[in-house]
């Protein structure tokens, strides 16, 4: 038998992995990893070139390294996409893996990556999509926590780190607190990744994510104060002074970033050019931070700055069409910013160098979950009040990732023999975290049992999952029929206790959708999305095809993508495509807003044609939401009894305006005020 879903990735799987092949067997794998090294390298636009002998490489030749080791790249991180997607591993994870393993081929050829490559070309890309995605609102909720855990947080990791790697290791002071600066940061993209996949609370999401947009660029601060302290034995160690430089940089940078961000925005809101207003998103997210260094602040907390005030306002200006291009954009940038970064990072860990300083590592290591534990149990009582569960997710999702790396890489050689010994100590501990935490870091979420089970949505899913095994089977048993596989006598014993199975397993889905109206919607506008999807499609085909003009297509897409920014009016846009030629009234129905995603479900069930309309104000204290629905012939006693099933009535309690709580008064809320007016003709626009 055929395994049609099996097959296709098999198949899909093979085909990249020939060429993955193909294209690493053109190069050779030595020759491979030693253009990346050269590519790379500082040296790289400077190697010798022997005039007399003609060796060399032309730049013919080097722009075709580059496009060669460009292309494996990306398709070595398609393969491991897929991988990781079947295996249910994080992505990143994936890449160090394989980076790992090619680092196994190069033997004890190191391959030196500047610095440069993460911080001024990776970097940006990674910040500015993470920070565009946040709002503005649930970052101000807990805006004293996570800039609690990122700047004093920052400073506790530092001292903390350094002190414990001074004791352990023996190593000065300044050059303890150097490693314990570069290692500060946290690069938690692999766990909030796996947040996203698995429903776990917004609020646990953008503490983790916020605290790292703001550390990264308070670390990279503190790092270079205690570099030039390390290197320079005459510099004295002035707190006042250090603390007035780090606010003048890394407020600095926030300054360039609010104002280019805002500058960037408003020239957004008077263009219509998608192209173009994607283009400017990506000037500003590259330009913040040139600027910044420029101006010798911190360049990194001036792409978080521009980030957040484009992600906020910028859309504003956005037309629908734009809003989505500028999306996705930024989804495929991070994604191949996190491919090369991961990988580099596996192909920059030398496995020799960690066995050979294993004491010291193990050391840092200590330090780093000592100094993480510290920063987050003894800091979040600041701010709102955090679960212990969040606490416990906090604590283990601090990963180190690009920015401990890079400063790393970075470290000069003043610093005399333990600069290798700070290296490894570094690679040491992004490899432990991305490997160990950033694997174990789901079991533990089902522990602390974040993800709260939905039991009407499982026995949905049990069921529909019976029902689409009844049908698979029955249209098997169909196929094989009319192909003279199977006898007629077996197809009429067979055929129809299978279809009538079938049919039984259908109702019961349907049961399992009325227990809950909320699963009914999200399929109704998953469902609804896919269609829209489809509607573009078919709109850029006929345009392609030269049946519809650019300005029709435009005015057509720009509908469709309206739908799509706008999740919440699919259900609204579902009604827009049914017909109804017998309607004879209109109905004004106004229920508790608690009741009204129980009332439209229960009037899609009917396929009666309902609006949501903005209103104000409310009975007995209470908002309420006003909805037209259109009235069949003969269905308006139908529709009042779906409607009074689906508004429950219940007693709560409430309290006058200036009233104490403990003179509530018990009110009874719910049911629904509905109006119904004759019409001569319905029409939909």
């Known amino acids: 038998m055929i395994k049609p879903s099996g097959t296709k990735y098999q198949l899909l799987f093979s085909i990249l992995v020939l060429l993955s092949l193909l294209l690493v067997g053109c190069t050779g794998s030595d020759t491979l990893l030693s253009n990346v090294d050269s590519l790379l390298s500082n040296e790289a636009g400077s190697s010798t070139h022997d005039e007399g002998t003609g060796t060399g490489a032309s730049d013919a030749e080097q722009i075709t390294s580059i496009i060669t080791i460009v292309i494996t790249l990306l398709l070595i991180a398609s393969l491991v996409g897929l991988a990781t997607s079947r295996l249910r591993v994080p992505y990143t994870v994936g890449l160090v893996l394989i980076g790992l393993a090619l680092s196994l081929l190069r033997g004890e050829n190191n391959i030196n990556i500047p610095p440069e490559i993460f911080l001024g070309l990776l970097v940006p890309p990674l910040i500015f999509e993470a920070a565009f995605h946040v709002k503005a609102k649930d970052l101000f909720q807990d805006v004293p926590q996570i800039l609690t855990f990122a700047i004093p947080g920052v400073l506790i990791t530092t001292f903390l780190v350094g002190s414990v790697v001074s004791l352990g290791t023996g190593f000065s002071f300044p050059l303890a607190l150097v490693f314990g600066a570069l290692i500060a940061a946290t690069d938690p993209v692999a766990v909030v990744a796996l947040f996203r996949s698995l429903g776990v609370p917004k609020r646990l999401e953008v503490l983790l994510e916020g605290e790292s947009l703001f550390n990264d660029g308070t670390a990279i601060v503190l790092f270079n104060l205690m570099v030039a302290i390390a290197v320079s034995s005459h510099v004295v160690f002035n707190p006042i002074k250090s603390v007035l430089d780090f606010f003048l940089v890394a407020g600095g940078g ?90 580099l990072i596996g192909l920059q860990i030398n496995l020799n160098v960690l066995l050979a300083d294993w004491n010291v590592i193990l050391w840092a290591l200590l330090a780093v979950l000592v100094a993480r534990a510290v920063s987050i149990y003894g800091l979040s009582w600041i701010g709102r009040n955090i679960p212990r569960s969040y606490k416990h997710i906090l604590y283990w999702g601090g990963l180190r990732g690009a920015i401990s790396l890079a400063l790393a890489l970075s470290l000069p050689a003043s610093l005399g023999p333990e600069r290798d010994e700070i290296q490894a100590m570094a690679f040491g501990v992004v490899l432990f975290t991305l490997l160990v935490q950033g694997l174990s870091m789901k079991p533990l979420i089902n522990k602390v049992g974040l993800i709260k089970k939905n039991e009407a949505q499982e026995e949905y899913q049990r069921r529909h999952a019976r029902a689409v095994m009844a049908r698979a089977s029955y249209d098997r048993l169909e196929k094989m029929y009319h192909r003279g596989l199977l006898s007629t006598h077996a197809w009429e014993l067979m055929a129809k206790p299978l279809q009538q199975h079938a049919e039984a397993l259908s109702k019961s889905v349907s049961q399992a959708l009325l227990a809950d109206p909320k699963i009914e919607n999200e399929i109704i506008e998953t469902a609804m999305r896919d269609l829209l999807h489809t509607q573009r499609s078919s709109l850029t085909a006929l345009m392609r095809d030269g049946i519809i003009n650019e300005e029709i297509y435009a005015q057509l897409i720009g509908e469709v993508d309206m739908a799509l920014a706008q999740p919440h009016s699919n259900l609204i846009e579902l009604m827009l495509y049914r017909e109804y030629h017998n309607i004879r009234g209109l109905m004004t129905v106004i229920v508790q807003e608690s009741d009204v995603e129980n009332v439209i479900a229960s009037m899609n069930r009917l396929s009666i044609p309902v609006t949501r309309l903005s209103s104000f104000g409310g009975f007995l204290g209470h908002k309420n939401v006003t909805l037209l629905a259109g009235v069949p012939d003969g269905q308006e006693q139908l529709i009042v009894k779906a409607i009074t099933n689906a508004s429950k009535r219940r007693v709560e309690f409430r309290t006058a305006q200036n009233t104490a709580k403990e003179n509530a008064s018990a009110v009874t809320v719910g049911g629904a005020t509905i109006f119904t007016f004759d019409v001569e003709r319905y029409e939909e626009l």
């Open 254 to 343: 926030l300054v360039i970033g609010f104002v280019l961000g805002a500058m960037i925005s408003r020239m957004i809101g008077f263009i219509e050019d998608p192209l173009i207003e994607t283009t400017l998103t990506t000037v500003l997210a590259f330009g913040s931070y040139i600027v910044a260094e420029h101006f010798h602040v911190s360049g990194v907390l001036a792409v978080v700055a521009a980030g957040l005030v484009s992600g906020n306002i910028g859309p504003r200006g956005m037309s629908p069409s734009t809003r989505i291009l500028v999306f996705n954009f930024w989804e495929y940038a991070a994604f191949l910013a996190n491919s090369v970064v991961f990988l």
